[in-house]
Structures are given as C-alpha cells and as structure tokens.
C-alpha cells in the first residue's frame, strides 16, 4: 500500500481560481512529520513546509495554506489566486520512523497547471 | 547561505559506461541523500549518510550502485555498468538533523543512458 498517495495526477486552473492538492497519508508511529515540496520546471526541489503530527493547526503563508487532519490522515495544500508562476509538480511527503531510523517517503505529485 | 550543489547537471552516456555524480551539502548539514526520480514519479531514496556513515543503503542497487562520503561532507554517487533503466534524475540532499529534519534539494543530474 502507497504510504502516501496523491490522488490528482493533474490539475489544470486558469489563473486567479483557488485550487487543492490532496494528500492522504499511512503511519502506524504517533510521531511524524508531514512535507509538502514544490518542483518548477527547472526541476529542483523547493521546500514549502513541514508539519508535525502533534501540531494539527492549520497554517497559513501569503497565498499558500495546508489543512492537516489526523483523523482523516490528510495534510491537504490550498493555493489561493493561483498565478501562473505557480505551475510546477507539487509533492506531499511523509516522515516517519523505521529500522534505520527514519524512513522518508515522497507522494507521486501532482502536476498543477495555472493557465493565463 | 549556499544551497546543495550538484554536478554535472546533465550527463548523456552509453550504456556498460561508468558514471559518477558529485554533491556537496549545505555547509554543516550531516545527512546526506541522493534519490533517484524517474520520469512522471516522486524521488525515491537509495542512500542516507549521517557523516560518513552510510546508516540506509537498503533501496541502493548494490550490484552496480556504489557511493561514498570519505570526510562526511562531499559524496559521490557511481554506476558501473549503467544500463538503459538507470536514465534518471539522480538528486541529492541535506539536512540538519538525521531525525525528522528537512531536506533541502539540489537541483539533480538528468542522466541519459543510450
């Protein structure tokens, strides 16, 4: 089973419409951290966030907000007025303990694309 | 501050060739990764170094796949024979801290195996 699945493969907005990113998650650990990270076309990784298990307040960044919800082991991604420049494969990662000593674990992405 | 730097950025080669990727980590970050991300997929970890201890190298195909961290700081990751399943992006990064710590990203090596 996906430890971290990402059910939108694509997703296309015109520009200014808001648009979410899922992301439902699997741990048995009570302590985790959950990731979300951006990669433009020029293909580097760029960290957005990271939220752990035991902080379930949701936050909030200019037009960026994630909504994390233990009881549905969700840690969703909210763009507000999307622009163009937005457009990039989004990842949801999950952090979590293993054999050798952490085990971290990417989504498949999901491919956002904000049309003009 | 200086990101996680990585060379060559882009590597064409033929197959049965040997090929090596370099990685420097930001400046006193001990964990070290390199993943490898296949086209269409998320980044998949073949090796984490915490100095230079390789403390996960359970995903890293040993037959072919070798790295090395010599004075915990550099690393270099090698294929030997590449074959035509190993075109990839091959990427590399660092954290603070080997717990829960976040990773920072190099912008990776596209390798192309013909």
């Known amino acids: 089973a996906q430890k971290v699945t990402q059910a939108q493969t694509e997703i296309s907005v015109v520009e200014k419409e808001d648009v979410t990113l899922d992301c439902v998650y699997e741990t048995r650990d009570t302590t985790y951290y959950l990731f979300w990270y951006k990669q433009p076309p020029s293909g580097e990784l760029v960290f957005l966030i990271r939220?752990?298990?035991?902080?379930?307040q949701n936050e909030i960044s200019g037009r960026y907000s994630w909504n994390f919800q233990k009881s549905t082991s969700s840690f969703n991604f909210t763009i507000t007025a999307s622009q163009v420049v937005d457009s990039a494969v989004y990842f949801c990662?999950?952090?979590?303990?293993?054999?050798?000593?952490?085990?971290?674990?990417f989504g498949p992405g999901t491919r956002l694309s904000v049309l003009p | 501050e200086a990101g996680v730097v990585q060379s060559p950025r882009y590597k064409i080669i033929e197959k049965k060739q040997p090929v090596a990727f370099w990685c420097n980590p930001i400046?006193?970050?001990?964990?070290l990764y390199w993943y490898r991300q296949n086209l269409g997929q998320g980044p998949e970890l073949l090796i984490r170094y915490e100095n230079e201890e390789a403390v996960d190298d359970s995903q890293l195909p040993k037959d072919r796949f070798s790295a090395e961290r010599l004075k915990g700081v550099d690393s270099t990751l090698k294929i030997q024979p590449a074959e035509l399943g190993d075109s990839a992006v091959y990427l590399c990064?660092?954290?603070?801290?080997?717990?829960?710590?976040?990773?920072?990203f190099g912008p990776g090596t596209r390798l192309l195996v013909l």
């Open positions: 990064a660092s954290s603070l801290d080997a717990g829960y710590g976040t990773q920072y």
């Open positions: 939220r752990n298990s035991f902080d379930e």
């Open positions: 990662a999950l952090s979590e303990a293993s054999n050798y000593g952490q085990n971290f674990v």
């Open positions: 400046s006193g970050h001990n964990t």
